[in-house]
């Protein structure tokens, strides 16, 4: 029944386009931080690298990466699966032995939100062998070690693979279970140990280099299990 | 679905692109670099709330009959979205992690009156 253009039944009032469009800008802010499980916009104070960043976009198929290095996002229709994809880059510290590097990977649960791990894997880059004469395949460990203890100590072996090395190339380890089990107990820091040695030389990257292409990274599909619904079949 | 145009008067679609780096989320948005947001405005008028391609649904179409005939006059008609979309985002969260989401209900696509 106003005579003013703004429906005053939504407790829009009329206002100057400017206004208006301030107005909507910070309703999507709002909006979009608490579609994205957010409760203020990430602080960045460290960029992961370019090329890290681009190559887990590839390898995660989510675009195509435009010539000057920005992210087209496929053309395809969203799905409204509440699920989503996490790609974490590893914090590398080498080990004292020289055979391996510790990775750690940092994940943070609100209280009370309870995470489904659909898929996830380790991806490595693994060098290939500089000597032609040697075998082009190689053994490589992952192992699931205690925060805090000493590498190489109180760990456990989570998937053994035989790598072809013959080409430098990246691999991919599966560990849905074990971060299933890292998230379900409640942890915040991952910190996995990857050997993958010949003759006392690593062959798989870790640069914990700026602009390293090849930073081992860990890719999650996930979701939010929906609790409500469990108690209503409880109730039920 | 109707556009607004300059002058709003009957409810419509308003277009309305955010672009992340006018408002400083271009350092943690990695994708897209903005969306159409849209949003409705404007009247829902007694004789156009029930017309079809406004009403929002059949239900709001039985509602404006009745205030037409004078029973219920106590409701009002709003104009609101009839459909929406969902919106792919790439972007950092507060763990340097890049996520990935299908985010639902991100882009107004039409308008009508309840």
């Known amino acids: 029944g106003s005579p003013s253009p703004g429906c005053a039944s939504c407790g829009l009032p009329s206002m100057e386009r400017d206004a208006e469009e301030r107005l909507m800008t910070e309703i999507a802010k709002q909006q979009i931080l608490e579609k994205l499980h957010l409760k203020e916009r990430p602080n960045i104070t460290h960029t992961v690298p370019r090329a890290a960043l681009l190559t887990a976009l590839r390898k995660l198929h989510s675009g195509r990466v435009r010539q000057d290095g920005t992210l087209e996002l496929q053309n395809e229709i969203p799905t409204r699966d509440p699920g989503y994809e996490i790609v974490s880059f590893a914090d590398i510290s080498k080990m004292d032995s020289g055979e391996g590097a510790s990775l750690n990977f940092q994940f943070q649960q609100e209280r009370g939100q309870s995470i489904q791990v659909l898929e996830s894997s380790l991806w490595i880059y693994a060098r290939s062998s500089e000597d032609p004469r040697r075998d082009s395949r190689l053994f490589a460990r992952v192992f699931l070690s205690a925060v805090g203890e000493v590498s190489g100590s109180n760990r456990t072996l989570v998937i053994e693979k035989m790598l072809e090395v013959q080409d430098s190339n990246w691999h991919t380890f599966p560990i849905t279970r074990t971060l299933q089990s890292f998230l379900d107990g409640g942890q915040r820091r991952l910190q996995l140990e990857v050997s993958c040695d010949e003759d006392g030389k690593n062959l798989c990257s870790f640069d914990d280099t700026a602009n390293s292409a090849h930073q081992p990274f860990l890719v999650a599909k996930v979701r939010l299990r929906d609790d409500r619904s469990k108690h209503v079949l409880r109730k039920r | ?114």
């Open chain 2, 1 to 114: 679905s109707l556009r607004c145009g300059n002058v709003v008067s009957v409810c419509c679609k308003r277009e309305f692109y955010i672009k992340f780096k006018d408002i400083q989320w271009d350092e943690w948005i990695i994708a897209p670099e903005g969306y159409h947001m849209n949003y409705c405005i404007g009247q829902c008028p007694q004789h156009l709330a029930g017309s079809p391609g406004i009403a929002s649904s059949f239900h709001a179409t039985v509602f404006s009959q009745l205030k037409i005939n004078g029973i219920n006059t106590a409701t009002t008609s709003c104009c609101v979205p009839t459909e929406r979309r969902p919106l792919s985002m790439v972007f950092f969260d507060s763990q340097h992690s890049i996520v990935k989401m299908d985010v639902p209900d991100m882009i107004v696509e039409s308008c009508g009156c309840t």
